[in-house]
């Protein structure tokens, strides 16, 4: 079993509409989550980070995290076109900070 | 802002050749860290310096990689004798402390012939 599971299934959606992403994890040791948006040929960039359980809002985006149950949410109301990306889930332990990678969902944001 | 930057963007190279990637984190960073990513998948960890000390290292990376960080700001990463298996994206990526984000450089694309 890997240590965080994204399912990479492809994910188009109208222009406006909310995107749902999520990834669950297996090691009870993490505790600072992350989501980065990675386009095409380039690095990821980081979009929201936050430590623990709880929700964080940044605009348009929405990140939960329920350690209880292992789980991790983004949401991104009103989405753009300029949203399409891949976007990737990660999280750490803390210690040496190693990140651990979901495999990433392509959003695509149909005008 | 200067953000972390990786050179080349891409290496194309023939099987059996070395090649050395170089990183610059952003400035005040003391932690670097690399990553490898193939198509399809999310970045996978490969190593990590704390200053100019190489503290851990994946199973990931083979007797062939090294990685170096002499005075504690940019950092290389050398491939001896390539491989097939090695083409992939490699990515570099800073933070200040263990509880800060890791932000990302645009990568280093790796093509073997």
């Known amino acids: 079993q890997k240590e965080v599971e994204q399912d990479p299934g492809p994910l188009s959606v109208p222009e406006g509409a909310i995107v749902s992403l999520n990834c669950t994890y297996s090691?009870?040791?993490?505790?600072?989550f992350m989501w980065y948006r990675q386009y095409s040929r380039k690095g990821p960039e980081l979009l929201m980070y936050t430590y623990s359980s709880g929700n964080k809002e940044d605009g348009r985006f929405t990140a939960q995290v329920d350690k209880s149950s292992k789980y991790i949410s983004l949401f991104i109301r009103d989405s753009q076109p300029s949203d399409s990306a891949t976007y990737l889930c990660?999280?750490?332990?803390?210690?040496?900070?190693?990140?651990?990678f979901g495999k990433g969902n392509q959003v695509v944001v149909i005008p | 802002d200067t953000g972390v930057s990786q050179d080349p963007r891409h290496k194309i190279t023939k099987r059996g050749q070395n090649v050395t990637f170089r990183c610059d984190p952003i400035s005040e960073h003391n932690r670097l860290y690399w990553y490898r990513q193939t198509l399809g998948q999310g970045p996978e960890f490969l190593t990590y310096?704390?200053?100019?000390?190489?503290?851990?290292k994946s199973r990931l990376l083979s007797d062939r990689f090294s990685a170096e960080r002499p005075k504690g700001s940019f950092s290389t990463l050398e491939i001896q004798r390539t491989e097939q298996g090695d083409s992939a994206m490699y990515l570099c990526a800073s933070s200040f402390s263990t509880d800060q984000p890791q932000h990302f450089g645009d990568g280093t694309r790796l093509s073997i012939l």
């Open positions: 990660a999280m750490s332990a803390g210690g040496n900070n190693r990140l651990a």
């Open positions: 090691n009870s040791a993490f505790q600072y």
């Open positions: 310096f704390q200053n100019e000390a190489q503290l851990e």
